[in-house]
C-alpha cells in the first residue's frame, strides 16, 4: 500500500474517533445530567417539608386558609394542614391550650379573655373589611353609624324608621366566640351590646349569609371575601365598603387577619406561615378572595 493511501486511511480513523469522543462527552449527556440533578433536587426539596398540622378559628379568615392550604398540599405532598372554623376566640383557646397549632382570629388575642396571650406569636397574614348586610328586599343602601347602634340594640325595629320598607328588623348576630363580631362591636357599637331575645345568632359567616339572603328584612355584618351577591352590602356613614376605601382609611370596618401559635413556630408550621406571605397566596386566592395585603394599606388598623 502506498504512503498515501495509509495516510488516507488513517486520516479516516482520527475522524471517525472525533466523532465518537465527541458524542460521548459532548453538551447533550451533559445537559441530561445537570437536567436530572436538578429534578433530583426538586423533589428533595419537597420531601423536606412534611408533617401534619391543625388551623382552626376565624370563619372570616378560613376561606383564604383553605385554599392556601390547597395549593400548599400541591406544593408539598407530605404535608398536610388541616383547617377548621369555630370563630376566633375557639382559635385562641385552642392554639394557648396546644390543641391546635395555629389559631385563626380577626381580633388580637389581648382581647380574649381567658388566655395567656404572651404566650403566643402573632402572624398577621392580611386585612379584612366587614360589610353590613341586609336581605335584597330591603331598599335602604345606606346606615350611619348611629342608626345601626340603635338597630343591633333594639331600638330601631322597623325598616321603615330608617327610610326603609314596613316590615321588622331581624338582627343577626354571631356568637362571643366570634371575632368578627367583636371587631363590629368595638369599632361600629362602640363597645355596646347586643339587642338579645329579638336575635338570631349564626355561629359561621356561611351560614348568617345564607340566613340573610333567605329572610325579609334580616341584616347582619360579613368579612368581604363572603360578598357574593346573595346578600346586599350597605354603605357605612355614606362610604362604599370596598378594599380601597379600607387601604386609605376612608371605610373603617376592617381589621388584621391574625395567625397564632404558641411560641415560635417550626417545621411545616413555619412553612406554612411563610407560604401565606408569598406572592402564590398573596397575589393569588387572598386577592380573589377581597383580602387586603399589608403592605398595601396606608393605614394603621387599631
Excluded at 17 to 46: H, K
Aim: hydrophobic share 35%; charged share 20%; with cysteine.
Amino acid at each position: 500500500m502506498s504512503k498515501s493511501k495509509i495516510a488516507k486511511v488513517l486520516l479516516s480513523v482520527l475522524m471517525v474517533l472525533s466523532v465518537f469522543l465527541f458524542s460521548a462527552c459532548g453538551p447533550n449527556t451533559n445537559n441530561s445530567g445537570s437536567s436530572n440533578q436538578s429534578a433530583s433536587d426538586n423533589q428533595s426539596s419537597s420531601q423536606d417539608i412534611s408533617g401534619t398540622a391543625t388551623a382552626v378559628g376565624s370563619t372570616a379568615l378560613q376561606p383564604l386558609v383553605e385554599q392556601a392550604a390547597t395549593l400548599f398540599n400541591q406544593k408539598y405532598p407530605n404535608a398536610t394542614i388541616n383547617v377548621q372554623g369555630g370563630g376566633s376566640g375557639t382559635g385562641l383557646t385552642q392554639v394557648s391550650q396546644g390543641a391546635a397549632d395555629i389559631g385563626d382570629s380577626d381580633i388580637f388575642a389581648e382581647e380574649k379573655s381567658g388566655i395567656d396571650a404572651k404566650s403566643l406569636v402573632d402572624h398577621k397574614v392580611a386585612v379584612v373589611g366587614f360589610a353590613v348586610v341586609v336581605n335584597k328586599d330591603v331598599t335602604v343602601d345606606n346606615l350611619t353609624q348611629q342608626q345601626l347602634v340603635d338597630i343591633f340594640t333594639g331600638k330601631i325595629k322597623n325598616w321603615k324608621e330608617v327610610g326603609g320598607p314596613d316590615e321588622p328588623i331581624i338582627v343577626v348576630n354571631r356568637p362571643t366566640s366570634s371575632g368578627t363580631r367583636a371587631t363590629f362591636k368595638k369599632i361600629v357599637l362602640g363597645g355596646q351590646d347586643e339587642v338579645q331575645g329579638l336575635a338570631l345568632t349564626e355561629d359561621a359567616s356561611g351560614t348568617v349569609r345564607k340566613t340573610v339572603a333567605e329572610k325579609k328584612g334580616a341584616i347582619s355584618y360579613l368579612a368581604f371575601s363572603y360578598l357574593d351577591g346573595s346578600v346586599k352590602a350597605l354603605k357605612y356613614n355614606g362610604v362604599e365598603p370596598t378594599k380601597e376605601n379600607v387601604i386609605n382609611g376612608k371605610y373603617p370596618i376592617a381589621s388584621y387577619e391574625h395567625m397564632y401559635t404558641k411560641g415560635e413556630p417550626k417545621g411545616v408550621v413555619k412553612a406554612f406561615l411563610d407560604f401565606m406571605m408569598s406572592d402564590e397566596v398573596q397575589k393569588g386566592p387572598a386577592e380573589k378572595l377581597g383580602f387586603i395585603n399589608i403592605n398595601d394599606m396606608k393605614v394603621t388598623l387599631k
